[in-house]
């Protein structure tokens, strides 16, 4: 019970916090519209796969950044929550490591999921103003897409948690996640068909789980998927169970 | 029966100890505070018993539980308050004490009522609503001072509870503080460089210097351990040597341009003490304080080490930089 309390008192300050600071409700929303007007439309000018318009190919993808950035980056409030002493307070608290390191996922995947179902909005208004032809939303496709973010999210949400715990300047966090989560974006297909690779690029792709995930949400929305869905669901579950259990262990070995 | 039992308890960072083999016992419903110098080793201590970092070697038990091998229920035992600002700025007042009620699993009715409470008595109700980040240096540390009071745990530990605060706010957090000890029964761990806020509020309190206790008793007992009054002189020709041979004198150091006597009984051989010395420039006579015990032990006066980095330089330096950490 009591870790259960605790777990939401975290997740309540994620939310009040997250909801306060306007910059980062808004820079969620600004970014992915760039990408998708500008790179989707201006390469969508030239390119297209397998008949699908460009831009509606990398709608997946962006809602794939979209998790990827935002869940990461939300490791470093770990490390701020170090330097603002906030941390010692909750330390003290007769709550387990494992909880606050459940409450801390539970808030940073809420962050995430307020910012995709915003995206999921845009998507609906690019369809009914005749953009993104192709894009197909409807309750399954996004609920099945949703099931895919979701876990997605809880293991990158980790991750950045797992860098945070261990990280005591958020400088530091930042340059750290700059070199994970670029290479995690370029090499997961958002932006090109992961079929025909040069041999030397295809390994990469097929060892990140954010591939797997692209896939599956690209398949759920636009029909369109390189490997078998069940294969790419099995893939990013493992991912995350991974990542949880990292993480724990990373919380419990965490210094003020 | 102590509630706190601290045995050989040694913190060493890389070879220097900062606490030194501290062995020590707390009774129930005792308010204990701890002096000494900065880089005494006290927060270090209370870092230690409040289970945030580990030691190097040796163990305390606060309320029967262990530090090492018990650290879940040791804090369900204690409250703390932190030298430093733990509070969310961008959360209320009243949010950061909801916050902790839930984390520290209060149930819903007396966490409510406790919050009105502390929020009352740190003349913060008006405030609550507002974020913290709006709040003044003071404001904080009396939401963080709210904050450690609000559970009544078995031990509390207050890290400079009324640095910073001005003398009304401290005067009715001393009172409250020791309200909580007799009332409740609550032990409270006092780590302080307020000399009078020592003397006023602990009924025992050591002094530590460089990781280790060096005198420990009540404010009482030290000063009358001191052996007498202190007189302080200012004269051009003073003969030292020869004033140490007085019986009455008990210990002769320098405070600056004058010189502080320890004398034994110091109305009875005050004339005779000024006919001794001829001429003087001035006199001062006093009984010992806990500010001349400091000195006595530690040899060095609190203000030299004065507090930097301290709780209340951040505060004003974040406040500057206009406090936007996240």
Redesign the interface.
């Known amino acids: ?2 870790e259960l ?2 777990i ?2 975290l997740w ?2 994620e939310m ?2 997250f909801l ?2 306007r910059s980062r409700v808004i820079s969620s929303i600004i970014n992915p519209l760039l990408w998708l007007l500008i790179i989707g439309g201006g390469l969508g000018s030239a390119v297209s796969f397998g008949g699908i318009n460009y831009q509606t190919f990398i709608y997946p993808g962006i809602l794939l950044q979209t998790a990827l950035f935002s869940s990461i980056f939300f490791g470093v ?1 770990i490390v ?1 929550d170090k ?14 490591r494992t909880s606050l390191f459940v409450g801390k996922i539970f808030g940073g995947s809420t962050d995430t999921l307020l910012q995709i179902l915003i995206l999921f909005l845009i998507g609906f208004v690019f369809i009914n103003i005749g953009l993104m032809p192709g894009l197909n939303l409807n309750v399954l496709s996004v609920a099945i897409s949703l099931i895919f973010l979701l876990v997605t999210t809880i293991g990158l949400v980790s991750i950045g948690l797992i860098i945070g715990s261990q990280m005591e300047s958020p400088e530091g966090f930042q340059l750290i996640i700059s070199f994970l989560i670029f290479p995690m974006f370029f090499l997961s297909g958002a932006l090109f068909p992961i079929s025909n690779l040069p041999a030397w690029l295809a390994p990469f792709i097929f060892v990140n789980p954010v591939s797997y995930a692209v896939d599956g949400v690209r398949g759920a929305l636009l029909g369109f998927s390189q490997f078998n869905i069940t294969l790419d669901f099995g893939v990013i579950c493992l991912f995350s169970i991974v990542m949880i259990l990292i993480g724990t262990y990373a919380f419990k070995k965490m ?2 | 029966m102590a509630i706190i039992e601290i045995k050989e308890l040694t913190k060493k960072f890389n070879k220097l100890a900062a606490v030194d083999a501290l062995n020590l016992q707390i009774k129930e419903g005792e308010i204990f505070g701890l002096l000494g110098p900065n880089g005494a080793g006290k927060t270090t201590t209370l870092l230690m018993l409040t289970t945030l970092i580990q030691s190097t070697s040796g163990t305390a038990t606060i309320n029967n539980y262990d530090i090492h091998t018990q650290p879940h229920n040791v804090r369900k035992s204690i409250g703390i308050v932190f030298q430093d600002p733990s509070s969310d700025e961008i959360l209320t007042g009243y949010e950061n004490l909801k916050l902790h009620g839930w984390l520290y699993d209060m149930p819903d009715i007396i966490r409510e009522k406790r919050i009105k409470e502390v929020l009352d008595l740190v003349d913060l109700t008006n405030r609550q609503n507002d974020r913290v980040k709006k709040y003044s240096g003071g404001m904080r540390r009396r939401l963080e001072l709210a904050r450690g009071l609000m559970h009544h745990p078995k031990v509390l530990f207050l890290d400079e509870p009324t640095l910073g605060l001005d003398p009304q706010t401290r005067g009715t957090i001393w009172e409250y503080i020791q309200k909580l000890a007799r009332e409740k029964n609550i032990t409270i761990i006092i780590t302080t460089h307020y000399m009078d806020e020592a003397d006023k509020l602990c009924d025992r309190l050591a002094i530590i210097d460089q990781g280790k206790i060096v005198i420990l008793g009540s404010p009482k007992k030290l000063k009358k351990n001191l052996g007498g009054d202190i007189v302080r002189l200012k004269s051009t020709k003073l003969n030292i040597s020869k004033l140490k041979k007085l019986s009455y004198v008990k210990k002769i150091s320098s405070c600056n341009d004058e010189i502080c006597l320890t004398i034994e009984n110091a109305n009875k051989h005050l004339q005779e003490l000024l006919n001794f010395v001829g001429k003087v420039d001035s006199v001062e006579i006093h009984s010992p304080t806990l500010d001349d015990v400091f000195l006595h032990y530690t040899g060095r006066k609190i203000r030299e080490s004065a507090p930097e980095g301290s709780w209340a330089d951040k505060a004003m330096h974040a406040n500057i930089q206009g406090g936007t950490k996240r």
């Open positions: 019970m009591s309390k605790g939401y008192a309540y300050r009040k916090v306060r600071e409030y701020w330097k603002i002493d906030f941390m010692k307070e909750v330390l003290v608290a007769p709550m387990r210094k003020i």
